[in-house]
């Protein structure tokens, strides 16, 4: 991506948009199988703190990662809006758990920045650009360190 | 598509068909060494490895693997100039083909595994040197024999224990020393009965049906497992005048088909099944709803449907099942080259060699098996001049035999070789400062001692059977695939290891326990026994905590505090003991509520892979258990049990 194109011919992607703890996050859409209501999910001992623990979705069991938690922030019990996104990735399938989910967006690649230092917190390490549309901030996930192993990543 | 994704599209077959080629070339060297000592060149076995190695050379070009190639070109030109007469097949030209044929398996394994291709410069030199010599020795016959043998039909024992019983003596103990003194027991599993007490259902051969009814007072009820569902010893052409066209598979109607296929398939009956356990149970709360006659037929409609599953989910498994030869086929060849470079002679039987078992285990008992053959004719067989002297035949027998009993799949490995001694194994061991039960080891503690890392009976390593540290990794790659592994053995009188192992681990039969508020599965095949103990008969000894069990200490675990679960302090308590002899573990559950068929998914992902969970499964309400890897949880405490029972 160039500095100089015009915004007419830059690369528009959908992503999903979903929030955690009040902030907007976004994945793009090709990343996420599909969304789906939170139902029960069976807790696996001695797993990481931020595993919420596993589920059914179509058939398979998927672990379930609580964003929440990921981010640094408290545990809440999955209100009615929570929705898990099961994301697809190197032939894993993964539950992420959102406070809430909303919208399909479309973001034009020139609206992405990379993240700066006023991005802050444990959530900072996970950011792999910042969108703003119509005076929103938008983060835009970088999965494959949300779904790693590690309990964080160090910044 | 550029070159290698080109390449890489195709390198799947390519393995599955090297595969079979070398299973062919393997099969074929074999028929030649017994054709050696014939005057007349046999020229069909040496057309059948001449086009085996060709193809080899053709595949191995396409995907571009140009050691295997090679190596199969020369082997190829060896075999031309022996069937045009201007090379002499002479024993090291056969040495030298067998040799090449490992090496090029290695290759190709090594390029599977994204390894290392090992070097084929010394098979290329060996080529080299002795295509063209010419002198004709005597080679003596192939070790292989293939016989048949007829098993004796298996019979189901079920022992349900009651108040009266214990009171007269008749505890699971008596029935299970009963049993074992007169025929042998496969295999003991307790099951929950149907108003929630808990009977011993045995699978025992060799005790007389009239024997068992004697002991139908005593709580015990019996029923023969008939031909088809029981034993199934299959007959096997012993291929004594070699006729290729007899032992290499034709181009019959076989389906290749990738595993992950059938794995799928077999997820969406597993689907079915809890649908349908979760259409009944909604069923159930609409009957007094429904008009009686109406009723009737919903349930007619559900059994059938239940029925027509349970034959789905049997054809489905089928299609997985491949037989046991796979393993068998190999072993000739290991026990020849062993026998040789021991200087040992030793007669191999295979039996039930179309026994079948699923693909996902054979895959896994390979090197199992491998590794107690290469002890058999290592450590088990005398060398002929001992034989001789302990009048036996100069030439040892190692016998592999594979059969069906009901569920399970039975692989014995034995041979009528020196045998073990169980009070030398047990000095050695006491020796070594081992804290052993005192008295004769029985079989099975025999079993853990040769099992614990590190322990030898032989002072010497040698390069075929490593440093004793093999028995342990074969004893838990078996249990890992929920089997079990037995011996008998005696001073002079031959060892037998007995693998029993589950026919397929899709779906399988599970207790369902309970700690605290969660629920978990645990596979039946990994249950030896189910108790119900005191609370205050919990003794802790150091950080480990045990139970007096049958008059011996049994160290036991927490599965609440394993796993951090929140529970109140009951006054009883389940333990669900896991090994057997020294290797017992009990676990510790609030209770246990009853036995069911679990679909197993896997969990596999790096997230959740924790000790002690091997998958998920779901009950038919919806909700998901987990499935406990009852061997995996007490894997550290079973190996440190005998210092902990010692503690004592």
């Known amino acids: 991506m160039s500095t100089n194109e015009t915004p007419a011919t830059t690369n528009v992607r959908p992503y999903i948009l979903f929030s955690v703890a009040g902030t907007t996050y976004a994945l793009p859409s090709d990343q996420v199988r599909h969304m789906e209501m939170v139902g029960q999910i069976t807790a696996v001992p001695n797993a990481a703190p931020f595993i919420e623990g596993v589920a059914f979705s179509r058939g398979r069991v998927v672990p379930v990662v609580n964003l929440r938690v990921r981010f640094g922030f408290e545990r809440e019990a999955p209100g009615i809006r929570a929705r898990l996104l099961i994301v697809e990735m190197n032939n894993r399938q993964i539950g992420l758990l959102a406070d809430s989910a909303r919208e399909f967006v479309s973001i034009a690649d020139h609206l992405i920045h990379p993240p700066n230092d006023a991005i802050r917190g444990l959530s900072g390490n996970y950011v792999s650009g910042v969108a703003t549309m119509d005076e929103r901030i938008i983060l835009i996930l970088n999965m494959t360190p949300l779904v790693d192993t590690n309990p964080d990543v160090a910044a | ?648």
Not at chain 2, 296 to 317: A, F, K, N, W
Not at chain 2, 450 to 474: P, Q, Y
Not at chain 2, 515 to 535: H, K, L, M, N
């Open chain 2, 1 to 648: 598509m550029d070159q290698p994704d080109f390449i890489a599209s195709f390198m799947g077959d390519y393995y599955a068909e090297s595969e079979e080629h070398l299973a062919t070339a393997r099969q074929q060297l074999l028929l030649l060494e017994a054709a050696m000592h014939d005057d007349e060149l046999p020229t069909a076995i040496v057309d059948e490895l001449f086009r085996s190695f060709h193809s080899l050379k053709g595949i191995s070009a396409m995907v571009e693997l140009r050691e295997a190639e090679q190596l199969a070109h020369e082997m190829e030109s060896c075999l031309a100039r022996i069937r045009e007469r201007r090379s002499v097949l002479t024993p090291p030209v056969f040495e030298t083909l067998v040799s090449a044929t490992n090496v090029l398996e290695q290759v190709i394994v090594a390029r599977r595994e994204g390894a290392a291709i090992p070097s084929i410069d010394q098979p290329l030199a060996q080529f080299n040197a002795v295509c063209g010599a010419s002198s004709r020795q005597d080679q003596p016959p192939a070790t292989s024999t293939v016989r048949t043998h007829a098993v004796p039909l298996p019979i189901r024992v079920t022992f349900t224990p009651t108040a009266d019983l214990v009171a007269r003596g008749v505890k699971i103990d008596t029935i299970r020393t009963r049993l074992s003194d007169i025929g042998h027991i496969e295999r003991v599993a307790p099951q929950v009965t149907k108003d929630g007490g808990i009977a011993f259902e045995f699978l025992v051969t060799g005790i007389p049906e009239d024997t068992l009814r004697s002991w139908r007072d005593d709580g015990v009820t019996f029923e023969v497992i008939e031909e088809g569902a029981g034993l199934r010893p299959v007959d096997m052409p012993a291929p004594s005048h070699p006729r290729p066209t007899d032992t290499t598979p034709g181009p019959a109607n076989y389906v290749r088909v990738d595993l992950g296929r059938l794995d799928d398939l077999m997820r969406f009956v597993g689907d079915l099944v809890v649908s349908r356990a979760r259409l009944e149970d909604t069923l159930l709360g609409v009957e007094s709803y429904v008009p009686a006659a109406i009723w009737r037929t919903l349930e007619e409609h559900t059994e059938s449907i239940e029925r027509q599953l349970r034959d789905l989910r049997e054809g489905v498994m089928r299609v997985r099942l491949v037989p046991v030869s796979e393993i068998f086929r190999r072993m000739p060849f290991v026990v020849r080259d062993l026998a040789r470079d021991a200087g040992k002679q030793v007669r191999l039987e295979l039996v039930g060699q179309s026994t079948e078992i699923d693909k996902f285990l054979i895959e896994r008992m390979m090197d199992p098996v491998l590794h107690l053959v290469r002890n058999a004719v290592s450590h088990g067989i005398e060398s002929p001049e001992e034989r001789v002297t302990a009048g036996k035949r100069p030439d040892g027998t190692i016998r592999l035999v594979a059969s069906t009993i009901g569920e399970s799949v039975v692989i014995e490995v034995s041979d009528d070789g020196r045998g073990m001694d169980a009070g030398a194994i047990a000095r050695r061991a006491r020796d070594a400062g081992l804290d052993l039960p005192p008295g004769e080891l029985d079989s099975q503690a025999l079993l853990d001692v040769i099992c614990l890392s590190g322990f030898s009976t032989r002072d010497e390593a040698d390069r075929a059977s490593g440093r004793g540290i093999g028995m342990s990794v074969v004893r838990d790659s078996i249990q890992e695939l929920s089997g079990s592994l037995s011996v008998v053995t005696g001073p002079g009188a031959g060892t037998t290891f007995r693998a029993v192992l589950p026919l397929t681990l899709a779906i399988t039969d599970a207790l369902i326990v309970h700690v605290g508020s969660r629920t978990f599965a645990v596979p039946q095949s990994a249950v030896q026994e189910v108790a119900e103990i005191d609370c205050a008969a919990v003794r802790a000894i150091e950080h480990n905590e045990l139970v007096v069990h049958r008059g011996m200490p049994l160290p036991v675990v927490r599965l609440a505090r394993l796993f951090g679960i929140d529970t109140p302090e009951r006054p009883r308590l389940h333990v669900i003991i896991v090994g057997t002899g020294l290797g017992a573990v009990g676990i510790l559950v609030d209770r246990i509520s009853g036995q069911r068929e679990i679909v197993v998914k896997t969990l596999d992902d790096p997230l959740v892979n924790v000790t002690g969970i091997s998958g998920a499964t779901e009950l038919g309400d919806g909700r998901l258990v987990l499935i406990l890897d009852a061997i995996g949880l007490t894997r550290t405490l079973r190996h440190r049990s005998s210092v902990i029972r010692a503690a004592v």
